[in-house]
């Protein structure tokens, strides 16, 4: 099958920095910037951007093969292709006609480019047909942006959806050609990826400068943001269990195709405005290697599974690993190893074979459930089309014997066990 780009993994701080247990987030932190007093931003992994803008959230995905470059970062700002452009220009005048964006974008040099008349709309490269029409494209200002690109809010036909701006980078030729490939590889997968846990692919574009990615925008933000806002209290049993059946279900779909998300954490999971769950955020997945095993490029410490920590080859069984980290999220409604950095929890995994605390009174079956996903075997890991009827067992059991329950966290320090 075919085979994605390589992204160079991130498994340790710099070595000049080792004595620094906080430089993961130093790192971070200065990757990303937010935007505007009133977005929320969950920044725990390299190579994903997470943030919310009025309870809304999407996922954003940035190259991540130039972490640590003096040169990581693009220029389109003194780009001679955007100079001299008459101040008189509106910014929302596309290759048709005029779109509707917001006068506050009218200093936005990447919404200048998506909409600059004198560069033709590229359609999308085998997938024509979801290249979208700018007439219809109105943009609201950028909530989010990360090293090479923003996010925005804003609508498209008249729906509320997410709007992603890259930018090709300029000082790399190699740099670009990765971040093409991953471009095409992300609009591949949206493309082909339609299930109800699944967030919706409205369509795309290229440009000479920039590249535009659009999907719809959920209402309800992240179940990372959802578990926050309900500061660590645990979710009503019934609720936690739908929300991971969704996702179970979600990924069932995805691994049938071949398919591995390889980023799979709350952060990356969107409330929709019917309260389903849909799984986000492809652009670091890839297609499933049947000859040989993968070694890592992205994914976030605390859900990532041993292997991929280890730089070993890995399967689709990392996403069953995550999966299990995020049930336990959604029955405690905590961060996972919050008493530990997330090197700190890297490395606790992998040597320690450390795992968060599974609740007393936590149903037998979702305490197999949870133990299995994580198994440091990835053989022991079931199968989502497994884990989907374990789960559908737990709601019937839920529902005619515990109907009333609510969990009721007892978990002290500390929060993991060997």
């Known amino acids: 099958m075919l085979e994605g780009p390589k992204f160079t993994g991130i498994i340790a701080p710099n070595a000049n920095n080792a004595n620094n247990e906080n430089n993961f987030y ?24 997470q943030t919310s803008n009025g309870g809304g959230s999407v996922s954003m995905s940035v190259d991540n093969s130039s972490v640590g470059s003096n040169d990581s970062h693009t220029h389109i700002l003194n780009h001679p292709g955007l100079k001299n452009v008459n101040n008189n220009y509106s910014v929302g005048h596309s290759v048709l006609r005029p779109g509707r964006v917001s006068h506050a974008l009218s200093d936005d040099a990447l919404a200048q480019a998506l909409f600059d008349s004198r560069y033709p709309t590229e359609g999308l490269e085998n997938y024509d047909e979801w290249t979208i029409d700018l007439r219809k494209l109105n943009m609201g200002t950028a909530f989010a942006q990360g090293a090479f690109g923003k996010l925005y809010k804003g609508t498209y036909n008249g729906e509320d959806v997410a709007i992603k701006i890259l930018e090709r980078p300029e000082n790399s030729a190699e740099r670009a050609q990765l971040m093409e490939q991953q471009f095409q590889q992300e609009v591949m997968m949206l493309a082909t990826l339609r299930h109800p846990n699944i967030v919706r692919f409205i369509g795309g574009c290229r440009k000479p400068l920039v590249w535009c990615i659009i999907t719809e925008y959920a209402k309800g933000g992240s179940v990372r943001q959802f578990l926050m806002r309900r500061q660590n209290r645990s979710v009503p049993l019934k609720l936690a269990v739908k929300q991971a059946l969704d996702v179970a279900r979600g990924m069932a779909y995805v691994h049938g195709l071949g398919f591995i998300h390889r980023d799979l954490k709350s952060d990356n999971l969107l409330i929709s405005a019917d309260k389903s769950i849909k799984i986000a955020d492809f652009g670091v997945a890839r297609i499933e290697v049947q000859t040989e095993g993968m070694t890592p490029e992205t994914g976030t410490y605390r859900w990532m599974a041993p292997e991929m920590i280890q ?19 959604l029955i405690t409604g905590m961060l996972p190893f919050q008493n530990m950095s997330a090197v700190q929890a890297a490395f606790a995994v992998v040597n320690k074979n450390v795992r968060p ?16 996903c994580w198994d440091a075997n990835p053989e022991v890991r079931p199968p989502f089309t497994e884990v989907v009827r374990m789960l559908e067992y737990a709601e019937t059991e839920i529902l005619t014997t515990v109907r009333k329950a609510r969990f009721r966290c007892c978990i002290t320090q500390p929060m993991t066990t060997d």
């Open 357 to 372: 605390i599974v609740p007393n009174d936590c149903l037998p079956v979702l305490s197999e459930i949870m133990t299995r």
């Open 26 to 49: 130093n790192f971070t932190q200065g990757f990303y910037q937010k935007l505007g007093e009133g977005s929320n931003m969950s920044i725990d992994s390299i190579g994903s951007l």
């Open 311 to 329: 730089h070993r080859p890995y399967t689709q069984k990392v996403d069953v690993y995550s999966f299990g980290i995020v049930l336990w999220e």
